[in-house]
């Protein structure tokens, strides 16, 4: 009978434990939760599920009300534990479980998912092992137990039947759908290089997020240094040692308790107690220094995360650059820092007090017995379950703050950016009152964030006084009855007492840290983008490069419905010169686009030398252009830096010769601080023929084989349009050159002249052969001689 009993009590003990870890192995095996729209039929089915729960929290509590008394005289009686107490815990464990899932859903209607049908297959079998195994010590209550018993196994197979019928009619559904889908045809209007949308609604949970996460690892192990790896080795030593100071502190608490009387100092026991008080805790010498040890290896993570995210939005493509604001992305790289702070928080302070926790559970259990340990776990996993499920309410809330927040900082940089324009237009009061509204918004959601975390201080503060009181009440009355001794009772509330505090820092870590995977989010989704325009995995190197350019049968679309470019071929031979010129939007500057693989082409192809530009590496293939733009974009740094970002190897005589050769050296040289004059915001401080001189220059310091000029002089004035025209002749002499004109008055003596229109090329041929020919390249000519007039 003895043995029976024991073995019933390990299944006791193991039926509330396996709901939990098969919940969360199921839970991680799946990827948590997905967020489907629900049938009519669906939405009645769940919410008879919801009810079946709310039964079998009620049967729970109930047969646990009904084993107090038994437990209660089995103590009075056997001055220890009860036989009782096995059946006690499991079902106020069990009441927990099925109570919890009965709390509102924050991501929508309450959908079970493979995870609990899970949970409810092993509770059944549980359930009718359970009444197989009855035993003779509950027997004056035998029949309250069967049907509580009989209830919940009643309930439990009704869930899992109507689970499978949901199931079947959603797998049914999902084959029609997908029927229907691969029959449809795919819509045609799809933008050229979309990004995809960004994954701030995750619904999964932690799941998801390590999921997500899993891109950046490895940016997070330090592989490339064996000393930080062995200062990591070292710091996992310490969390170890300090796990162990925290069973020793109570323990050795009580031990000093027991020995202190008249007429003996326990030196000893005091010695050893100061001594676990003064490097317990993360202020205290092994947690110090445990994160002295880290300051560099926290440093050296953030230095990898940051820097991969520069360069990776770097390496995006045009299309990506184009479509998003300066602001956001800035906000959005600035969120390395919450990815660190979560990481080292996560290593360092959730694993140890999770680790604690369980720890704590198995000396209670061991050295006590196992109602404290459900006391403990009770309180643990209400404290823990709540600060998730209330934070999962308050993410909602947060990360409308940090949308808000973000579009603060972006109009912020949008209008710092546009400082002129708005003094341009007198419009100071309405750039102040459009930010007093994002600042307004920002508040708003910044409220509900606030309210919402002193509504969860209360609840968690709640919990933890109900735990202490139990905690008193259950050893009083052991000491009354003369079970413990008044020394065990200090010991095992200051073990519940020390076990509230990383309880207490795990509210308020858990929001951190969901502020910080929110924050990271955003840069998180920007790890996901990925380039449009990729090396190819044949690609090679450009060594050398000739300067032949040909444009064969290429047509181009951004995603609209009429393309950039539709059929389009010409060639530019070596060391020749060729003008693009036609109305706006005909295409002119899409070629450049093209040509320096921004984008590739739809059809079609691009050769230089003969070979088409996608069998080269994109940074040797560019080493060989030079570009001057339109708007030249100049560094806030020295007129020397800007020159030398061309060719950072550039010696003093050969940023001489190219200045010389744009007509800009004896410009510079007029400044008090000649070549080291810091040129301002985006080069303000200079006019725009300077920064279009230095534009020049820095093209020809580059030494490119091909010159790309994107309407250079459209924005200058006639004399200084005539001084950088003759630095551009100095410059492109020899050289491959494309140029994308609107005063045609600085292509005359161009080789070839190619006039676009609506994506096409119209016309083709030599300033004087065009005018002969009486077309559109005339009348352009004609329109811009009048007004010159």
Known sequence: MAHLISNQTGLLYAYPLGLYIILMLLTLAKGGQSSTRLADRDVVAFKTIWYLQLGLALSSSTSAILLVAPFISGIRNNHGTSPSEAFLICYIAVSLYFGAGLLPDPDGPFQPIAAHFGTWIYAFSAEVFLILTNQPFISDMKTAWLLLSSL????????????????????QAQTIETERLLNSAMPKDTFYGAIPTSANQRKGGWPEYLIGFRILFPYIWPSRSRKQQFILLVSLLLMIAQRI???LVPYQLGVL???IGVGNMPYKEVGLYVLYRGIQGQQGVLGSFRAILWITVSQSLYRRLTCAAFEHILSLSLDFHLSKKLGEVLSALNKGSSLNTFLDSFAFQLFPMVFDLGVAAVYFFVRFDALYSLILISVMWSYIYMTIYMAKWRAKARREMALKDREMDATKMDTMLSYETVHHNNAVPTEVERFGDHVTAFQKAEFSVLFSLNALNITQNMILTLGVLLVVLLSAFQISVGAHTVAMFVSILAYFTQLQAPLQFFGSFYNQVQNNLIDAERMLDLFKLKPTIIDSQTAEELDSCAGEISFDNVTFSYGYVKPALSDVSFCVPIGTSTAIVGESGSGKSTCLKLLFRFYDVASGSIRIDGRDIR????????????????DTILFNSSIRYNLQYARLDAR?????????????HDKILSFPRGYDTIVGERGLRLSGGEKQRIA?????????????????????DTHTEKQIQAALETATKGRTTITVAHRLSTITKHNQILVFHEGSIVERG??????ELGGRYKEMWEKQTRIGD
């Open 652 to 664: 003093e005589d050969e940023i001489y010769a190219a200045c010389r050769a744009a007509s800009i």
């Open 766 to 771: 030599r300033h004087e052969d065009l005018l």
């Open 615 to 630: 069998d080269f590496r994109i940074a040797s293939y560019r080493s060989h252009f030079g570009v001057v733009p339109q």
């Open 152 to 171: 919940r196994i009643a309930a439990l197979g009704c869930m899992c039947c109507i689970y499978l019928w949901i199931k079947r009619g959603s797998l």
């Open 696 to 716: 020049i220059a820095r093209a020809i310091l580059k030494n490119p084989q091909i010159i790309l000029l994107d309407e250079a002089t459209a924005s200058l």
């Open 245 to 247: 100071i925290n069973i």
């Open 257 to 259: 308790i027991e020995s």
